[in-house]
């Protein structure tokens, strides 16, 4: 398999996630799960990410389908289509699966995920975190990670357009 296909095996459907995901149960994996849009990817992520992975064994990202993405950021977003954002994420080493969902939160996707560990920034309070009962109920935790100061992909985008 090329360095691309090991890539591309991290990004995952609904269907074939379920099936690693009994995986790695069977394995007494610790599932932590995250969620954003990641349009241009920065140090600020890479940061939160990295951060993410150390609370488990795995770590689930849930990106926004490009459709979800516009309706949250607006018409101009993303920058990088679902498809380029998807492998990205998926080539970092700390990051274990990407699923795409469509819908305006992530709600039904951490219920189907069913994460030991849920995380967000600290920019929510832990229980108005979309999942929060979901995890709750089933005895896992949520975590907040603190952003990395001075990056985020709005403020690359405004730099380019001063540039």
């Given at each position: 398999?090329?360095?691309?296909?090991?890539?591309?095996?991290?990004?995952?459907?609904?269907?074939?996630?379920?099936?690693?995901?009994?995986?790695?149960?069977?394995?007494?994996?610790?599932?932590?799960?995250?969620?954003?849009?990641?349009?241009?990817?920065?140090?600020?992520?890479?940061?939160?990410?990295?951060?993410?992975a150390e609370f488990g064994d795995v770590l689930i990202i849930g990106?926004?389908?490009?459709?979800?993405?516009?309706?949250?950021?607006?018409?101009?977003?993303?920058?990088?289509?679902?498809?380029?954002?998807?492998?990205?994420?998926?080539?970092?080493?700390?990051?274990?699966?990407?699923?795409?969902?469509?819908?305006?939160?992530?709600?039904?996707?951490?219920?189907?995920?069913?994460?030991d560990v849920l995380i967000k920034g600290s920019d929510y309070k832990?229980?108005?975190?979309?999942?929060?009962?979901?995890?709750?109920?089933?005895?896992?935790?949520?975590?907040?990670?603190?952003?990395?100061?001075?990056?985020?992909?709005?403020?690359?985008?405004?730099?380019?357009?001063?540039?």
């Amino acid at each position: 398999m090329s360095k691309l296909e090991i890539i591309k095996s991290k990004i995952f459907s609904k269907e074939s996630l379920k099936y690693q995901l009994v995986i790695w149960r069977f394995l007494s994996k610790k599932i932590v799960f995250t969620n954003g849009c990641f349009d241009i990817l920065h140090l600020g992520h890479i940061d939160y990410l990295s951060k993410a992975a150390e609370f488990g064994d795995v770590l689930i990202i849930g990106l926004n389908s490009d459709d979800s993405v516009r309706k949250i950021k607006g018409i101009n977003r993303p920058i990088n289509d679902e498809k380029s954002r998807a492998i990205i994420l998926a080539s970092l080493s700390f990051v274990s699966a990407v699923i795409l969902f469509d819908e305006d939160t992530p709600y039904n996707l951490i219920k189907f995920v069913q994460p030991d560990v849920l995380i967000k920034g600290s920019d929510y309070k832990p229980e108005d975190i979309v999942g929060y009962d979901i995890v709750k109920a089933k005895g896992g935790v949520i975590e907040t990670i603190d952003f990395l100061p001075g990056y985020s992909t709005s403020s690359i985008i405004d730099k380019i357009k001063r540039i």
